[in-house]
């Protein structure tokens, strides 16, 4: 596992529990905020993932 995938990974839980949070507070602003970070967590988890791949 590379720098990418961890921190994806990482990312991308944090945007679930804001999306979550703010699903459960009423606040749109995190939900989308929360959505975003997910996104940006998945490709650069996919940039890592990409980046194994070419090592082996």
Request: charged share 30%.
């Amino acid at each position: 596992m590379n720098k990418d995938q961890v921190k994806g990974t990482i990312k991308e839980a944090a945007g679930k529990v804001q999306q979550k949070t703010g699903e459960l507070t009423g606040n749109q602003t995190q939900q989308v905020k929360g959505a975003s970070k997910q996104v940006e967590g998945n490709v650069q988890k996919t940039y890592g993932d990409a980046k194994e791949a070419l090592k082996h």
